[in-house]
Each structure stands twice: as structure tokens, then as C-alpha cells.
């Protein structure tokens, strides 16, 4: 069967292994808003269209659905699993077990081994899906360079063992990347962080690209539907920046193709997403064709608010002055 989008006109990014792999995603958190039942049938509809990157979390709660959904695409033959770059992540609660983490992942998805698997957040703290803004774990401890390691020792035995081709990290800070990198024996094939044109992280994003580490950008639109609890009065909406509405008129398309086009010319490979066919289809379509001119590129870049959106407040420990604090600033 073929897919509806010519994958070979989507462009690619190479790993430090030289392995290529695209340059676009489908992400699966459902912020809240979606059940696991649209969010697997969302998965099977993009990788009919033409989606080979499929970025899982444990703790999104619907990893044995998409397992489901990649099954159903490999019966019709849309797809073999070596078409797929399959991601997962370990939770806060399991960095003492790792691999019982990504075993129950492997069960779920019914896969043999995980593409990439990530350390979810650098550090411990654990609260309930769903949960409020407001909650806190008695239990929450600043980021410590110790423990991090050892949950990264037992990622690389991950790697060791064939469970996993490569692992990654996540919500990183340049700071906390130049501590553990050194103590890292396997280093990261890529570094999950948040990134949409009003929040670049271009600190962050040269760090790892000098250190031979693939960026993947999240909320890549902004996370217009992101869960109540991760909204504040200060955020910018991406989609409705200025310069954002300038250039999407200019090439009569949605603000949401113009930044995922800033998104693929910069170099990262961003993962949106929905569950709307279309949107699917335009989302992954921004990767090929019209692109960007030098100065658009430019406009989009000087128009940067730092206006990080997952500020990740619920993970907070006693003494900390604020959100901040996770994010050393």
C-alpha cells in the first residue's frame, strides 16, 4: 500500500552513528484532551500517511494502543518495523528501573527493541498523570549528577543488551549536559527539549549539536492545547505572532506550517501533534517544498521571547524559589 506523502521528498537528519532518519515526527502526548482510542487511531492514520518517526512516553497511558496501531499498519503491509523509528521514555518514578520501564514499553508496543529510548526528566520527582499545577511530591529533590548517572548507566546496559539501538535525554539544561556528559559511556544519539519560535533555547540547542547530538523539538506550534495546568498569563501564543502571520500569509499557508518549516530548516526534528487527518497531513507536508528564504529565517529568529511554556512546576522541591530553579537559571 502506499503511503499518501512521497517520503523519500521528506528530508533527513543523520545520527552520530551515520544512521539517517526523518526529519519530522508524530508526537503522542494527548495533553490531557485526547483519549488513548483517538490517540492510537491518530498513529495508525500517520503512519498511512507517510509518518516513520513515532515519539512514546510510558507516562502518556497509551503505549499498548499504538502497539495495536503499528501492528495493524505492519498486517496491511503500509509499513515492516524497520520503516519505523520507534521512541519511548522512562518515567521519574522508575530511574531506579530502568529496564523494567522499558520492558513493559517493549510489551506494549509489541516490539522487539526500542529506537531511542530517553531519560524523561533529569531527575526523580514523580507526580500523578493529570494531576494540578499546584501539586507537589513531599519526596521532590533538586537534580543531582549522582543519581542521574547511575540511571544513565542502566540506559547504556539498555543499549548492552540490544533493548535499545540508541538512548537520549530530555529536558536538559546546558549546564546539567556539560556535568554528566563526561561520566557518559554510550553519549546521547538526541536531546528532547522544548523549542517553537518564541522559545528557541539557542544556548541549549548549540550545545548539543556540537556535541554530535540531535536535537527533537516539542510543542513545536506552541502547544496551543497544552493542559490547563501548564498555561500561565505571561505565555505567547506562536501562532499568533506577528511575524509568524506575516510569513504564513506571504506563503498562503496556516502559522502552524511556518513554524514547523523554521523548525526543519533550523536543523531539529520537530514532533507535532494531532489527531485531525489533515493537520497530519499538512504538519508532515511542511518538511517538503517552499521553503523558508535567509531573511524569513532571520525575522523568525530575532522574534525569540524565551517564553519557555512547560515550565514543570509539579516537579518542584521543598526550598525551591520557583520553576526557575529546574531549569538553572
Known amino acids: ?8 521528498s ?13 526529519c519530522m515526527g508524530l508526537g503522542t502526548f494527548g495533553s490531557d484532551k485526547y483519549g488513548p482510542e483517538e490517540i492510537a487511531e491518530a498513529v495508525y492514520e500517520g503512519i498511512r500517511i507517510g509518518y516513520r518517526i513515532i515519539d512514546c512516553a510510558s507516562v502518556y497511558q497509551n503505549e ?8 495493524r499498519a505492519e498486517a496491511q503491509e503500509i509499513i515492516k518495523r524497520d520503516d519505523l523509528f520507534i521512541t519511548s521514555k522512562v518515567w521519574n518514578d522508575m530511574h531506579e528501573h530502568v529496564r523494567e520501564s522499558c520492558e513493559k514499553s517493549l510489551r506494549d508496543l509489541q516490539l522487539d527493541r526500542i529506537d531511542l529510548y530517553f531519560v524523561h526528566w533529569p531527575f526523580p520527582n514523580y507526580h500523578a498523570p493529570g494531576c494540578s499545577g499546584d501539586s ?12 542521574f548517572v547511575n540511571t544513565w548507566r542502566q540506559c547504556e546496559e539498555l543499549v548492552d543488551e540490544g533493548l535499545a539501538r540508541y538512548i537520549g535525554m530530555s529536558n536538559m539544561t546546558a549546564r546539567k549536559l556539560e556535568a554528566v556528559l563526561p561520566y557518559c559511556r554510550i553519549l546521547p544519539a538526541a536531546l528532547e527539549m522544548e523549542c517553537h519560535p518564541s522559545f528557541q533555547q539557542q544556548e541549549l540547542y548549540e550545545y548539543a549539536v556540537g556535541h554530535g547530538i540531535q536535537p ?3 510543542c513545536p506550534l506552541g502547544s496551543p492545547s497544552r493542559p490547563e495546568r501548564d498555561r500561565t498569563a505571561g505565555d505567547i501564543s506562536d501562532l499568533q505572532m506577528p511575524e509568524i502571520l506575516e510569513i504564513a500569509e506571504r506563503h498562503h499557508v496556516h502559522p502552524a506550517v511556518i513554524c514547523l518549516k523554521w523548525a526543519v530548516q533550523r536543523g531539529q526534528i520537530p514532533i507535532p501533534f494531532s489527531v485531525k487527518k489533515e493537520q497530519l497531513k499538512a504538519n508532515l507536508m511542511a518538511a ?4 523558508l528564504t535567509r531573511q524569513e529565517m532571520e525575522q523568525i529568529r530575532l522574534a525569540d521571547k524565551n517564553c519557555r511554556l512547560i ?3 509539579v516537579f518542584l522541591w521543598e526550598g525551591a524559589r520557583g520553576w526557575e530553579d529546574l531549569w538553572d537559571m
Open 288 to 291: 517538503a517544498g517552499d521553503p
Open 136 to 147: 507537589r511530591n513531599p519526596d521532590s529533590r533538586p537534580f543531582s549528577v549522582e543519581e
Open 311 to 313: 515550565k514543570g512546576q
Open 64 to 71: 499498548d494502543l499504538i502497539g495495536k496501531s503499528i501492528l
Open 10 to 22: 521528506i528530508p533527513k537528519r543523520t545520527l552520530f552513528s551515520g544512521e539517517e532518519i526523518p
Open 1 to 8: 500500500m502506499q503511503t499518501e506523502i512521497d517520503i523519500s
Open 216 to 218: 527533537i523539538g516539542y
